[in-house]
């Protein structure tokens, strides 16, 4: 079945460790993104791809960096993670031109 | 750049009520226009989409909603509320330029009474 995953869906974790947020998706969608949610909040796009070895930051300034080695895979990466990283970080992916994006559950961080 | 205004922060509704919810965009051109239901710690879904053609789309779980270019407006609808529509709802406007990314509203927070 076609899908996008996210893991892990919650992490909590000390400040100035490191930490990957994994994003996999099966539909072969050459698109993909990165959105922060903080509760109640709307979403803010960090990161996007257009396909394999494309990536590009999105409107909200973020410490976290992204990679796009595989069209299927969208890991997210936090170096030193600290108390302000602390929210949910949603992967979406989508077909090339205007379309609709499908979303993970989502993986909700805690940095204590 | 486009923009999306969803006014209410908060609706209450009725168990069995109709609901209309609202949002407002902002484009230079034909917008591409999204609904997406997002349930407490989980992703977003998809309610319904419009792109071009018939101004009033059908989506799943019985919502609907109606493009209005004179009004920017594509409010989203419901007949009859279910205590299981209790969620967040974003709208979302797509440029069909560059590279054609969404920008949500910040969401409006539907509960239901019994």
């Known amino acids: 079945e076609a899908d996008i995953y996210q893991t892990p869906r919650y992490l909590v974790i000390g400040t100035g460790k490191k930490i990957t947020l994994e994003c996999s998706q099966t539909m072969g969608h050459d698109k993909m993104y990165w959105y922060q949610q903080d509760p109640g909040m709307e979403l803010h796009l960090i990161h996007y791809?257009?396909?394999?070895?494309?990536?590009e930051k999105g409107d909200l300034s973020s410490e976290s960096t992204v990679s796009r080695i595989r069209t299927e895979h969208f890991p997210l990466t936090l170096e030193s993670a600290r108390p302000s990283h602390t929210s949910q970080y949603l992967c979406?992916?989508?077909?090339?031109?205007?379309?609709?994006?499908?979303f993970g559950p989502g993986t909700r961080l805690t940095v204590t | 750049a486009q923009s999306v205004t969803q006014p209410d922060i908060h609706i209450t509704v009725s168990e069995g009520a109709s609901l209309e919810l609202r949002c407002n965009y902002s484009?230079?051109?034909?917008?591409?226009l999204f609904w997406y239901v997002q349930s407490p710690g989980q992703g977003l879904q998809l309610l319904l989409k419009?792109?071009?053609?018939?101004?009033l789309v059908q989506g799943i779980k019985g919502f609907e909603a109606e493009f209005k270019r004179s009004q920017s407006s594509f409010n989203l609808r419901k007949p009859s509320v279910h205590w299981s529509d209790a969620a967040e709802y974003f709208c979302?406007?797509?440029?069909?330029?560059?590279?054609?990314?969404?920008?949500f509203g910040t969401g409006t927070r539907l509960l239901v009474s019994p």
């Open positions: 484009y230079g051109a034909t917008p591409y």
């Open positions: 419009y792109f071009s053609g018939d101004t």
């Open positions: 791809s257009y396909g394999v070895n494309s990536t």
């Open positions: 979406a992916s989508s077909e090339l031109g205007v379309g609709e994006q499908y």
């Open positions: 979302a406007v797509g440029s069909n330029t560059g590279f054609q990314k969404l920008v």
